[in-house]
């Protein structure tokens, strides 16, 4: 099976990649592929039907690659910090799981009919707070 995302969607996310990152992230592009079949079999088959887009699962592959490939020095660390001057690392620990291809909640709601891909958000309610942006400039 083709995997759901192309590394030219990975390049074009991120950075063109280089030679080394290359391989690196088109494997990655296939267990990511692997790991959404395994708990959502029947993707191929939404996105043939229309009922799933193909760009939403390319998107959601594409950040797990990019969560994979784009990573701190230290394997398991959620941050990093190198300095010049005598010398000094630091990395903190993400926690005990080593899965780098990590399903974050939003791309979850993407394959459980929730959510698309693109990033939600909320406003409050037209009609109560146009009055705060009122000038008033000269007439006080």
Same mark, same amino acid.
């Given at each position: 099976?083709?995997? %759901?995302?192309?590394?030219?969607?990975? &390049?074009? &996310?991120?950075? /063109?990649?280089?030679? *080394? #990152?290359?391989?690196? !992230?088109?494997?990655?592009?296939? &267990? !990511?592929?692997?790991?959404?079949?395994?708990?959502?079999?029947?993707? =191929?088959?939404? +996105? &043939?039907?229309?009922?799933?887009?193909?760009? =939403?699962?390319?998107?959601?592959? *594409?950040?797990?690659?990019?969560?994979?490939?784009?990573? @701190?020095?230290?394997? $398991?660390?959620?941050?990093?910090? #190198? $300095? @010049?001057? /005598?010398?000094?690392?630091? !990395?903190?620990?993400? $926690?005990?799981?080593? =899965?780098? %291809?990590? %399903?974050?909640?939003?791309?979850?709601?993407?394959?459980?009919?929730?959510?698309?891909?693109?990033?939600?958000?909320?406003?409050?309610?037209? $009609?109560?707070? #146009?009055?705060?942006? +009122?000038?008033? #400039?000269?007439?006080?």
């Amino acid at each position: 099976m083709a995997d %759901l995302a192309q590394i030219e969607t990975v &390049a074009a &996310a991120w950075r /063109p990649l280089t030679s *080394v #990152e290359v391989p690196r !992230a088109t494997y990655y592009l296939a &267990a !990511a592929s692997r790991k959404i079949r395994r708990r959502w079999p029947d993707v =191929d088959s939404r +996105i &043939a039907a229309g009922t799933l887009t193909e760009e =939403d699962v390319s998107d959601v592959v *594409v950040q797990m690659v990019l969560g994979a490939v784009d990573v @701190v020095p230290v394997r $398991g660390a959620k941050s990093f910090s #190198e $300095g @010049v001057g /005598p010398m000094s690392r630091s !990395a903190t620990l993400a $926690g005990a799981s080593s =899965d780098p %291809l990590v %399903l974050e909640d939003w791309m979850v709601a993407v394959f459980e009919g929730s959510s698309t891909a693109l990033p939600q958000s909320s406003m409050p309610p037209s $009609g109560n707070y #146009e009055g705060i942006f +009122i000038w008033l #400039e000269g007439k006080c």
